[in-house]
């Protein structure tokens, strides 16, 4: 049977290159770069050039990059540990409703040890309000962290206006951002938006699973939250994950180079507006949820009256991979925190479904993919 893979938010299938790499790590370059020795210094050379490749990516120095397990790590190093580093300049901190599980849980842990939080709401295509964003900034406010694509919806949030309105109310208020959905697929440079921290995971590029880079600007302490051999100068200790920093590289190599003049993925665009196009011939009533100014690789979508857990199901049985709202926590029973914050109706949310794409789809798979939908959506009455 064939295999359409439409679920690429969730996870991106690893590039030939990225699994020969890390193979290759595993099999000869094994070293401890901690180690003093040639295996160690071979490790350690890997971790370097990865270092500096994500630096070049992101516009920043090598230094500022921290190597972790992945965006969930990232999200929460950034978070807490700036809470707790701070935490005698004040203790405000604020975010959104519609964030990512990891930095969600994060910010209701430390409203649990007494932390102020701040949930900024979001209006119907999950987009804070500006003014609610000022509003919410105090001189007790030690961090900001608003998510920049949203990963069940893909709206994306302006980062240059935010981290404006952040600075001007607020030049101590640090400001991070999980641009987990965005890295790879749009220009992401930190220093354009005043960004202090930011998150990227490497199973969303095309890259291993069990890798994240926190970037954290020259100058900011993080109070570490695993202590031990002092890797990543302390703030992440462990043994770096030398395989999956090795077939981070390649992963990396494989992206477009963004610029101002190009500042997203068009052939995502591209393969969206041709699965909307297709939508549209479908006999059956369909509603986007996404903006129309949203990620170009993120497609939310409502068949009312049907059950998207089933609709998946029978997709699978196609050979189409597509989720339910976030696949991060797709097996929870819990309707989307995401979709309820932005106030659709429960029976459009029970009949969502994330279609999300990588450049490595083609329109001929698109085309599959619509037929199966079409010939599925027949049998549900
Ligand atoms: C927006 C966002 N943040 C964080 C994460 C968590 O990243 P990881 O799976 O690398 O822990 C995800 C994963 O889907 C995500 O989409």
């Known amino acids: 049977m064939r295999e359409i893979y439409l679920d690429n938010s969730a996870t991106t299938r690893p590039l030939p290159e990225v699994v020969e790499a890390m193979v290759q790590t595993l099999t000869d370059n094994y070293g401890n770069p901690s180690s003093l020795h040639n295996k160690g210094l071979k490790a350690e050379k890997i971790l370097k050039a990865a270092r500096r490749k994500i630096a070049e990516k992101l516009a920043v120095s090598p230094e500022e990059i921290i190597f972790t397990s992945g965006g969930t790590e990232s999200n929460n190093l950034a978070i807490k540990g700036i809470a707790y580093q701070y935490q005698n300049r004040g203790r405000h901190l604020v975010t959104t409703e519609v964030e990512h599980p990891s930095v969600l849980e994060s910010f ?101 699973k069990g890798i994240g880079v926190l970037y954290k600007r020259k100058g900011i302490e993080l109070r570490a939250l695993q202590t031990g051999g002092g890797q990543e100068n302390g703030y992440r200790c462990g043994t770096e994950n030398i395989p999956g920093i090795a077939g981070l590289i390649p992963a990396l190599d494989a992206l477009p180079d963004y610029t101002e003049e190009n500042p997203y993925n068009q052939e995502l665009d591209r393969l969206k507006n041709h699965f909307i196009r297709g939508l549209e011939k479908i006999d059956r009533k369909v509603i986007i949820n996404s903006p129309e100014d949203g990620a170009p ?80 959506l027949k049998t549900f009455f």
């Open 108 to 208: 209701l842990a430390l409203e649990e040890e007494g932390f102020e939080v701040t949930f900024l709401e979001a209006d119907r295509y999950g987009r804070i309000s500006l003014d609610d964003l000022r509003d919410s900034i105090t001189p007790e406010t030690i961090l900001a962290s608003i998510i920049h694509v949203n990963n069940e919806l893909g709206t994306i949030h302006p980062l240059a206006e935010i981290g404006t309105i952040i600075k001007e109310k607020n030049p101590n208020t640090f400001f991070h951002t999980d641009c987990i959905q965005s890295f790879g697929k749009m220009l992401v440079q930190p220093a354009r938006s005043m960004v202090d921290l930011l998150s990227i995971s490497g199973h969303k590029i095309h890259g291993p």
């Open 297 to 376: 690789h993120i497609l939310n979508i409502s068949f009312p009256g049907i059950k998207g857990e089933v609709l998946i199901h029978s997709l699978e049985a196609e050979g189409v991979y597509v989720s339910t709202g976030s696949a991060c926590h797709s097996k929870s029973r819990e309707k989307s925190h995401v979709l309820r914050a932005i106030g659709l109706p429960m029976e459009q949310i029970d009949g969502t479904i994330r279609v999300s794409f990588s450049t490595y789809n083609t329109i001929e798979e698109l085309d599959y993919a619509l037929a199966s939908l079409a010939k599925q």
